[in-house]
Structure formats: C-alpha cells, structure tokens
Nanobody, 121 residues
Framework: QVQLVESGGGLVQAGGSLRLSCAAS????????MGWFRQAPGKEREFVAT????????YYADSVKGRFGISRDNAKNTVYLQMNNLKPEDTAVYYC??????????????WGQGTQVTVSS
C-alpha cells in the first residue's frame, strides 16, 4: 500500500509559479512511475505529467509542455510538479498518482486526495 499526500497548492496570479509536492508513505516510491493529473469543475480528470521510476523518462500533456516540470527524489519519497507561467485554465484540483508509466488514470493504482490550484486573471 502507498499513501500519497499532495501539498503546495494555492491561489496565484496568471504568470506566476507554484511547486506541488507529493509525499509518499507505506512503500518506497522508487518502484513506481508517478503521475500528476488534474480535474477542473465540470470536467473529467486529465493527464498532466508523468515520470518513470528512475526519473529518466518524462512525458507531458501538450497544454503544459514547456511550462511545467515533473521531478522526483526517491530518497525523500517525494515527487514534484513545478508549474511556471500559470494560466487561468490551469485552475483545477491536482492529484498525484503512483503506478505504471502512462497517460491514463487507469494505469495508476494509488492516488492522493488532491490539492487545489487557482490561477486568477
């Protein structure tokens, strides 16, 4: 079992930055690929970014490519999402997940409770 807890969300103006963290407990994160997803009100959960267990491979949704960066520190059992040049359309609840490397929610078996990110215009 893996327990995931996200932090770092908040309110930021357009063009600003936030760094989300996802801390794991219960089992070492190093055995899992990690992903970030988000869900805006009235919309389906969507893929944001993913990183392989080693950190060597990363993939991003087109909507965040060049603005967001995913990284991990397996020694600290923590995954990060650096979000730069934020836009109002980035407003959503952000979830981290542990599982297989992929862009689909079904590829991840463990989920955090989410952290709210709100970007004002």
């Amino acid at each position: 079992q893996v327990q995931l807890v996200e932090s770092g969300g908040g309110l930021v103006q357009a063009g600003g930055s936030l760094r989300l963290s996802c801390a794991a407990s219960g089992r070492a994160l190093s055995t899992y690929a990690m992903g970030w997803f988000r869900q805006a009100p009235g919309k389906e959960r969507e893929f944001v970014a993913t990183i392989s267990w080693s950190g060597r491979s990363t993939y991003y949704a087109d909507s965040v490519k060049g603005r967001f960066g995913i990284s991990r520190d397996n020694a600290k059992n923590t995954v990060y999402l650096q979000m730069n040049n934020l836009k109002p359309e980035d407003t959503a609840v952000y979830y981290c997940a542990a599982g297989s490397l992929g862009t689909k929610s079904s590829e991840y078996g463990y989920w955090g409770q989410g952290t709210q990110v709100t970007v004002s215009s």
